[in-house]
């Protein structure tokens, strides 16, 4: 259940409760004045599957988008509640999409240091370190936006999150780079290293489980982030992403250019069928979505 709040002048509050009030969806509509120049509070229980209604009725009634809030709230024992943790507010997905594009110092730190932790991982062969490294990248996050924006047909939203991803990418790969190409130059790689010979077949040629993982990565990424299980589901989308950039890193740092460039391609495939899966999560839900009248 989500809580809407509308602030605004009595008149036309007054005009947001009568539409309110006619909406499937929308309940225990109720208004109080403020005691203030006139102004005055509606309050309203909106189903999830009923908030894009809801606000679109309210925007066109010209009350301005800094005077209405949508609150989620946790209901206790109400058979209804499975139904409402499975709708998607697409007012809501949007909003969080334009936060997640963008470029922030915080993501790119990140991104650099799943890049360092991961470059370790590709060099001592350590499967535990690239896991970390898995865990600590937020590459979902530009994933999911440019997914949401593919699907609601926002091409800025689309520029923002691709650019967001390439450049987090591109950061985690030449800190990857640079700490095998530094530790290359003091004789400091271990002395069995050999980029030909380490186990990440998954990640040198482009092979049948790249398509399926990286898609069904995708899916799961985006059904985490409408239900703000983000953090648990990082690993499945940063699994595609990270070893691949990593290992593309360590081999730059060595010079193996041609190991770089197979590393590259699997890369560009998985981050294609991560935007395919997403977008297609998305595409069905919002053609089962229910109406509210």
Request: aromatic share 4%.
């Amino acid at each position: 259940m989500l809580l809407l709040r509308v602030f605004g002048d009595s008149a036309r509050i007054g005009d947001v409760a009568a539409q309110l009030g006619k909406l499937a969806g929308a309940a225990h509509v109720s208004v109080s004045d403020s005691g203030r120049d006139g102004n005055a509070q509606l309050t309203a229980d909106v189903r999830a599957a009923a908030a894009d209604r809801a606000l679109e009725l309210v925007r066109g009634l010209g009350i301005p988008a800094e005077d209405v809030s949508l609150l989620r709230m946790e209901e206790i024992g109400q058979g209804s509640a499975a139904d409402e943790s499975v709708a998607v507010v697409w007012a809501d997905l949007l909003g969080q999409a334009r936060i997640n594009a963008r470029t922030a110092t915080r993501y790119l730190v990140f991104m650099a240091v799943a890049g360092v932790i991961a470059g370790f991982g590709v060099i001592d062969q350590d499967q535990i370190l690239i896991v970390g490294a898995m865990a600590v990248a937020p590459d979902l996050l530009p994933v999911t936006a440019a997914c949401t924006g593919l699907v609601l047909r926002r091409p800025r939203l689309i520029r923002q999150g691709l650019l967001s991803l390439t450049v987090g990418l591109g950061v985690a790969c030449l800190l990857a780079a640079a700490v095998t190409g530094f530790l290359n130059v003091f004789n400091l790689l271990p002395p069995e290293f050999a980029i030909h010979e380490i186990g990440l077949a998954s990640q040198k040629h482009v092979e049948a489980e790249t398509f399926f993982v990286a898609f069904a990565a995708g899916i799961a990424g985006m059904l985490a982030v409408e239900t703000r299980a983000s953090m648990g589901v990082g690993v499945a989308i940063s699994v595609t992403t990270i070893p691949a950039a990593a290992f593309l890193g360590v081999s730059a740092g060595i010079g193996e250019f041609s190991q770089s460039l197979s590393a590259l391609s699997v890369l560009a495939v998985n981050v294609a069928m991560m935007l395919l899966g997403g977008s297609l999560a998305l595409i069905v839900q919002r053609r089962l979505a229910p109406r509210a009248d």
